[in-house]
Each structure stands twice: as C-alpha cells, then as structure tokens.
C-alpha cells in the first residue's frame, strides 16, 4: 500500500509519561518504549494508547502466547542439561532464574518479486572413450562408458510472492536470534488488540522503518535466491546470478511472544541470556565454552596421542 | 457458473477473492484493511476490563485468549478462522429419478460385446440415490515461470534447458471435493453440467442426500492452488515447452484474481445386483446421456474371445510353416 512509504520513522526515543492509573487513580510513570504498565500500587495491568505519531507504527497483528510460564521454564531445564559438557561449569545444572513474557515488535513483510537470472547449466551425456593400459605387461587398447558435462547458458524469469518474511524491529532482540526462534505459526495471527496484551510486557519498535525494510528485502532476496535453486533444470548448474525487481511492498508491525530469561550459573559472571518462542517452545541461547575445560582436553588427548605413539615405537623394537 | 456477489473487497495486490474474516490474503499475504476505529487524541492508560464483570483481564497463555480470573469468561480475539466449508451455489436435478432408472437400464442394454447378454433384464436395481455431490470451481489469472530440459535444441546431451514466462487464464475450472464418488467419476461428470443453471438453494428429487465438504478453508486453498500448480504444469508441457519430451519441469504461479466458488453438483449413485454381485453406476443429475459404471463380464464370452485368438494364431504359425519350408 503506498500510503505506508510516506512516513520517514525515527526510533522511539522521547521522555516518559505519567499517566494516571484508571484504576486507582495513583500516577503511572511509562518508558516511551513500552506499550503495557502494571500499576504498582493497584496492580491493575494497563496498556499505553497513544496519538499515532510520526515513526512508531501502530501493531497491525500480535501472535498469542501459546507456552506458559511453567512450560517456558520445563523448555529452558531441558535445555541447560542438554549443553555440551565444554561450557563453563554451572551451566548444565543451573535453575532457570526469572522469566518474563514479552511481546516483541517485528515486521511482517511481503512482497510480489520479479527477478530474471541467467546460469549455466549443465546437461550429462555419455561418451565412448577407448585408453590403453597395461594388461599382464602387454598395452591393450579397451573403451569405456564417461559421463561428460555439456554446459548451456539460460536466461529466464521467476515471478512470485515473498510472503511471511519477519525482521525485528526492536533493539532488544537482535534478528539473528529472531532467526533461531522462527519459525512462528503465522495461522495464529490475530488482529491487534489491547487484550492481546494486558498483564505482559509489550515493547513499542525501537529500530526505524528503513532499518527494518532494508532487512526485509535482504531476507526476501534471500529467499528468492533458495527457490531460483531449486527451480534450475538440468543435471547441475553454475554461475548462478539474478536481480529482483521488488513490487508491491508491504510492511506491519506484528507482536511475538518470546519468553526471555536470565540464567545465572556463577558468581560474578553475568547471567546467560536464553530466550523461549512463545508459541512453539523453540529455545535459543549461546551457552559460553570454558577455555579451561577446552585446553584441558586438548592436552589430555595430546598426552594420550604421545603416550599411544611411544608405545608404538617400544612395540615395534 | 454464476459467481457469487462479493461482500468483501478483494486484495488489493493479487485481486483475489477475501472472506470477511481473512487478516491476510491467503494468497500473497497482504494484509486486510483493518476495520476503522476512531484515533486516540492523547495518551492515555487503559485497563481492558471483562465484559461480563468488569473486572481487569489480562491475556492468559493458558486459553490463549484473554480470560477474565474473576468469572472465568474468555473474549474472543480477531483471527483468521478456519471454518468447514460449505456449499454456496447449488445446481438443480433436471433429470429425474425415473429418467434415471431409465439411463440405467439403456447403459446396461446398450453394447459391449464382453457384457453378458440378458444383463438388463436379469439385473435387479438395489437403490437409487439422488445426491449432491461438493466440488470448488474457480478462476484465476496465472502468471506461470517455468524452466525445464526437453528434446529442443540439444546438443551433444540429448537434453536443452529452457526457460520462459507464460500467462493462463483458468475459467470454471472445477475441483473435485467428494469422498464418495472417485476423481475418475468427478471428472466425467464435471463438464456436463449446465453452468447457468446455478440457484441458492437445494432444488431436486425428495430424499435427496447432500454430501458435505469435508476440507476447511484453509484445506479448500491449498486443494486449489494444487489444481492450478497441476493444470498449469499440464498445460506447459501441451505447447507451451518447446519439443516432445521432458523432464525437470519447474513451475512456480503467480496468481491474480482467484475467484473460488463452492458448488453442490446433482448425481445420482444406483446400485444393482446381477448373480449375486453388486456393481455401482453414477447417473448424471443434469445430462441422463453420462451413465457411469462397472458392468459384469460374461466369463464364457471372454474365454471365447481367447480361445479364437490362439486357434487363429495356430492357424497362423502352421501356414507360415508349411510356406516357410
């Protein structure tokens, strides 16, 4: 829809509101980057309405909670035992600590991409070929069946919908780690509303549209790329270029549910971060690696190798 | 076959048909035009109280919906639904029941040198079911990329890869979507039925049965869009491609304007009993002309049949032998 290309955004930045509690009527102090409040004196759980303004697009679409706190932690448990036994000790037998629901502002991003590419592609065919070789120390003369590659070059088209391409638009949750908690069950969009997210913590988009829209392309261009290789004819192909014209663009802020948690397995090591899909129970984290306990295998197996190799050689005196 | 009134506007991208409750179009993912509602002139905190009790309510993971903890009560929230489908245009029986007895009995006198002879008189009509039977048909622009390896133009390989962009036009191009007829029998009886003739409501024989659709929506669209993957990679190799053989052929659709219609299509299912077997025939609803079925072989006809043959392929090789000495 073109009317969504006008705006130029700026991230979310400003001072904080104070809001009187409808509830209790106590004054509410709101981060400018957050939807929901929880009264602190009422506990009465609000959800922020603002004026559209300029660069905070409003959520078109939020994707439920589907795991509970209790399921997101059961996740989590299961997922420190499973760590490799080189991270750092504490790890595989720390407790998940607090978890908190968050719904996170990504785009939702679609488009109509038209790309033309051009390839070589290779076409096998089988040939006769007669050698000599040396049979019983006489030279013989023998044929044999290779299979040979006739290259063709191919210029083409591919026109067809990106849909379902999801970036982050929030600082806190980098898209390489949206990335590992995909993929969402899109079928279980549901429209926008202030229900959706009352009682959790909901996050207005922290990153600029453009930000967000170049991120966009780049993942449907990606995309574009997997499919032109899968749709090559022939045996194998090469070369494989193309460039895409990108139509009918659209992008809205959709609202995910991740369960984020701060796992602490040390003193003085700051806590492992962990994040939970909120719908499918996906887990990502990066659990840090002892060094020690690397270079300690090492030699180990060092001392082993050595240990195996004089053994040898006293054997073999 | 008349295409219902819109109620909804379709997409504004690919022009495809909507549901009044799609979020998304289901075929390129745009979003809806969302229901309008007045702006918000200044900042403001808001509790979303039940609307049952009035008490504050937050979403629950639990009913993944927001639930009310006071009462319990759960409100429900703007998603895409899923409903079973159900049929929206229905075709009438213009053939009626005797007529249908009739077509019968001509399909069972009539031909086929193998059918044992008397069938019409011995074979004992069991039941007569007018039923409607559920089918999609749709239209839809398709703008079809397509690479494939065919004979054209070869070169040392006996195949060339060749690449191109077509456009179809799919018009009334009707799915199957009965459990109980097979797709053979659907697709015979699909194009005999007077398109023109479509009505809001069920009109025909008494008793007649309705055969549910048993796909919802979603499953509908994904039927579809397999049907047109399918006709358009058929339709590629009729032409379109240039040569005579292929293989790796390669389609990807863009589609435009996909218009689904669900029908309810008149038929009637006879069953009949000759020497202690049953055997099924489908009598077409509008065109008494289309009788299809299974008939009994006569056994003595067919051995018959095989026993000339050998005698004749004997007569054959002794001729060429006493001419070959």
């Given at each position: 829809?073109?009317?969504q290309f ?10 904080r ?10 004054q509410?102090?709101?981060?400018a ?9 009422c506990?009465?759980?609000?959800v922020?309405?603002?004026p ?5 697009p409003?959520p078109v679409f939020?994707l ?21 036994r080189?991270t ?7 407790e998940?600590?607090e978890v908190?629901g ?12 038209h790309s033309r ?10 040939e ?28 083409g ?5 990106v ?9 806190g949750?980098?898209n390489?780690e ?7 069950d899109?079928?279980g969009l549901?429209r926008?509303?202030?229900?959706l ?7 207005e988009?922290?990153l600029?549209?453009?930000?967000c829209l170049?991120?966009a ?8 790329g997997g ?8 045996d194998?192909?090469?070369?494989l270029e ?10 809205d802020?959709c ?8 796992v602490?397995?040390?003193?003085g090591?700051?806590p492992?971060r962990?994040l939970v ?5 996906e887990v ?11 270079v300690?295998?090492?030699?180990v197996l060092?001392?082993?190798?050595v ?8 054997g073999g005196? | 076959m ?11 991208r ?9 979020l998304?179009?289901?075929i ?12 918000v002139e ?7 109280r039940?609307?049952n009790?009035?008490?504050a309510?937050e979403?629950?993971?639990e ?5 009310c ?6 409100t ?6 899923d409903?079973?489908?159900q049929?929206?245009v229905?075709?009438?029986f213009?053939?009626d029941p005797?007529a249908?007895r ?10 086929g ?14 039941s007569l079911?007018?039923?409607?039977w ?5 239209q ?7 690479t494939?390896?065919s004979?054209?133009?070869s070169g040392?390989?006996s ?9 179809f036009?799919f ?12 797709v ?5 009886l699909?194009?005999h ?8 409501a069920p009109?025909g024989?008494?008793g ?10 979603s ?8 049907a047109?993957e399918?006709l358009?990679?058929?339709?590629l190799?009729?032409g ?13 659709v ?8 669900r ?20 009598v ?6 289309v009788?299809?079925g299974?008939?009994p ?10 026993a ?8 054959v ?8 000495r």
């Amino acid at each position: 829809m073109p009317e969504q290309f006008e705006e130029t955004t700026v991230a979310v930045s400003g001072p904080r509101l104070h809001l009187g509690c409808p509830s209790c009527g106590a004054q509410l102090v709101v981060e400018a980057s957050l939807r929901t409040m929880r009264c602190p004196y009422c506990a009465a759980p609000n959800v922020v309405e603002r004026p559209p303004a300029a660069g905070v697009p409003e959520p078109v679409f939020a994707l439920g909670f589907a795991l509970t706190h209790v399921a997101a932690k059961e996740h989590v448990a299961r997922w420190l035992k499973t760590r490799s036994r080189f991270t750092r000790s504490g790890i595989r037998s720390a407790e998940p600590g607090e978890v908190r629901g968050v719904y996170v502002p990504a785009y939702l991003y679609s488009v109509l991409a038209h790309s033309r590419f051009r390839a070589s592609i290779g076409e096998d065919y089988q040939e006769q070929e007669t050698y000599t070789t040396t049979e019983n120390g006489k030279t013989v003369t023998r044929t044999r069946t290779v299979t040979r590659t006739e290259w063709r070059s191919l210029n083409g088209e591919l026109k067809g919908y990106v849909a379902d391409v999801l970036v982050t638009a929030s600082t806190g949750l980098r898209n390489d780690e949206l990335e590992a908690l995909e993929p969402f069950d899109l079928r279980g969009l549901a429209r926008y509303t202030p229900a959706l997210i009352s009682g959790w913590v909901a996050e207005e988009p922290s990153l600029t549209r453009e930000q967000c829209l170049a991120q966009a392309r780049q993942e449907a261009e990606e995309r574009v790329g997997g499919r032109l290789g899968q749709f090559m004819p022939g045996d194998s192909h090469r070369e494989l270029e193309h460039e895409s014209r990108l139509e009918w663009e659209a992008l809205d802020v959709c609202l995910l549910p991740v369960w984020v948690l701060a796992v602490r397995y040390a003193e003085g090591a700051p806590p492992l971060r962990v994040l939970v899909n909120g719908q499918t129970g996906e887990v990502h984290g990066k659990a840090p690696i002892s060094v020690w306990k690397v270079v300690a295998a090492v030699l180990v197996l060092l001392v082993l190798v050595v240990a195996g190799w004089l053994l040898a050689q006293g054997g073999g005196r | 076959m008349s295409t219902a009134v819109p109620t909804v506007a379709p997409c504004q991208r690919c022009a495809s048909a909507l549901e009044a409750e799609d979020l998304r179009c289901p075929i390129c993912g745009l979003t809806t035009p969302p229901p309008v509602h007045g702006a918000v002139e200044r900042e403001t905190a808001r509790v979303v109280r039940c609307e049952n009790c009035g008490a504050a309510m937050e979403y629950s993971a639990e009913a993944k919906a927001p639930r009310c903890d006071f009462c319990g009560s759960v409100t429900r929230v703007e998603t895409t639904a899923d409903p079973v489908e159900q049929a929206e245009v229905w075709l009438p029986f213009t053939v009626d029941p005797a007529a249908a007895r009739a077509a019968l009995m001509g399909f069972l006198g009539k031909g086929g040198f193998f059918r044992p002879s008397g069938l019409a008189e011995e074979a004992a009509v069991e039941s007569l079911q007018p039923l409607w039977w559920p089918a999609w048909s749709f239209q839809a622009g398709v703008d079809a990329s397509w690479t494939a390896d065919s004979d054209a133009g070869s070169g040392r390989s006996s195949w060339a890869p060749h690449a191109g962009r077509t456009r179809f036009d799919f018009e009334n191009i009707p799915v199957p979507a009965s459990k109980g007829l097979k797709v053979k029998e659907c697709e015979a009886l699909a194009p005999h039925y007077q398109r023109g003739s479509a009505e809001g409501a069920p009109r025909g024989p008494e008793g007649a049965h309705v055969e549910r659709f048993e796909a919802t929506r979603s499953g509908a669209r994904r039927t579809v869009l397999e049907a047109v993957e399918r006709l358009s990679r058929e339709r590629l190799q009729q032409g379109v491609i240039p040569g005579r053989r292929f293989r790796n052929v390669h389609v990807a659709v863009a589609l435009s304007s996909l218009h689904t219609t669900r029908l309810a299509l008149p038929a009637y299912v006879l069953a009949y009993r000759y020497k202690g077997k049953a055997y099924r025939v489908v009598v077409h609803g509008q065109d008494a002309g289309v009788v299809l079925g299974e008939t009994p072989i006569s056994g003595w006809r067919v051995a018959a049949v095989v026993a000339g043959v050998l005698v004749l392929l004997l007569v054959v090789l002794l001729v060429m032998g006493v001419f070959g000495r």
